[in-house]
């Protein structure tokens, strides 16, 4: 298998049913981040294989609500390409920093944020379903 060459960008509202695929949003509330171009896409070949939604803690502070990277594409760099042009765009857009988070009972998603250059900085106890906490990440752009 040659090289994977991921292109990354802005989602368009025909990519809707696509990037709603996990169902935490609904209909319009992803067509409105779509349209403030708050959501990206991860293609290769033309295909949608993952995709990135941002949300902005108090309406200024940028956080990553969720990536999602198909099953068959995990593991080949594919979050790091969406999180690489996210960093761009932020940085271009004068953000100095970028904020995520993952559950305290998941150590993959946490080691990836590690590995990518997220810090630490924070956890609120017992936020999710079954009391489980949610460890919050800070990357300075």
Same mark, same amino acid.
């Given at each position: 298998?040659?090289?994977l060459?991921?292109q990354v #960008?802005?989602? $368009?509202?025909?990519? !809707?049913? /696509?990037?709603?695929q %996990? ?7 992803l067509r409105?981040?779509i ?5 990206f896409?991860?293609?290769?070949d ?11 803690l108090?309406?200024k502070v ?7 990277v198909?099953?068959?594409w995990?593991? #080949?760099?594919? $979050?790091?390409?969406? !999180?690489? /042009?996210v960093?761009? %765009?932020?940085?271009?857009d004068?953000y100095r920093?970028l ?6 009972d998941?150590t ?5 944020h ?5 810090q630490?900085?924070g956890?609120?106890?017992g ?7 949610e460890?919050?990440?800070r990357k300075?752009?």
């Amino acid at each position: 298998m040659g090289d994977l060459i991921i292109q990354v #960008r802005v989602a $368009g509202e025909d990519e !809707l049913s /696509f990037v709603g695929q %996990d169902g935490y949003l609904a209909t319009e509330v992803l067509r409105r981040k779509i349209a403030a171009g708050e959501v990206f896409i991860a293609e290769q070949d033309g295909v949608a294989i993952g995709y990135l939604r941002l949300e902005f803690l108090w309406s200024k502070v940028p956080y990553i609500g969720l990536i999602r990277v198909l099953d068959a594409w995990r593991r #080949r760099g594919v $979050g790091r390409a969406l !999180l690489r /042009f996210v960093e761009q %765009d932020l940085r271009a857009d004068g953000y100095r920093a970028l904020y995520s988070s993952s559950q305290a009972d998941e150590t993959e998603p946490q080691a990836w944020h590690r590995q990518a250059g997220f810090q630490e900085c924070g956890i609120i106890a017992g936020i999710n379903e079954g009391g489980i906490g949610e460890i919050f990440f800070r990357k300075d752009l």
